[in-house]
């Protein structure tokens, strides 16, 4: 009937090169294994502080989900998870796209309906910095993630996007590396570890 959705078959599959993985729908599943992966870890490492995983809906219509999730939550600072767009693809000029698959996670400084927290976006490459993890950067004119949403609730709330490269997002067969998927997982460890109370604060301070 009008309005049924449809959905592909395109099953997840490790590539001939085992660090490459394809699949639909990486967008967001990536974020959602990130931030369970992160959770998980984190606990088992130990750190002070009280750590929220969403993943939202209806991103693509309106930022809805992260708009209810935020008043249920209040967060005090917020870490989206995402893919990236990768442009290292036939047709795509680099001042499109700059990003490459394998390149390392990326970290967004600007896109249409944010900017994001430039203390928090410095500790972000502080850190990335101290673990040797590549990082990459990322600007959008046009589209935008839950960050545009979140980072409005309230007085405001401190808030960076960090991302996987992937190729053709948006399609039934998306590609990323897993070495950028493993980076990312660790930065975003190591990060959530260092906002304590004091850094928190220090972010609008």
Known sequence: RPGDPIIPVS????MANPKWYLSKAFDNRVGCALAVEALRRAAE?????????????????GLRGAKTSAYVIAPDVALILEVDIAGDVPGIEPEESP?????????LVYDARMIPNLPLRDLVIATAQELDIPLQFSAMTGGATDGGMIHLHNEGVPTVVIGVPTRHIH?????LH???YDRALELIVA?????DAATVASLTG
């Open 11 to 14: 099953e997840f599959t490790v």
């Open 45 to 61: 490492e130990g750190h002070p502080n009280t750590v929220y995983a969403v993943g939202t809906v209806q991103e693509e219509v």
């Open 99 to 107: 990003i490459k698959v394998g390149g390392g996670p990326t970290l």
């Open 171 to 175: 399609s039934h067969n998306s590609i």
């Open 178 to 180: 897993r070495d950028d």
């Open 191 to 195: 990060v959530v570890k260092k906002l």
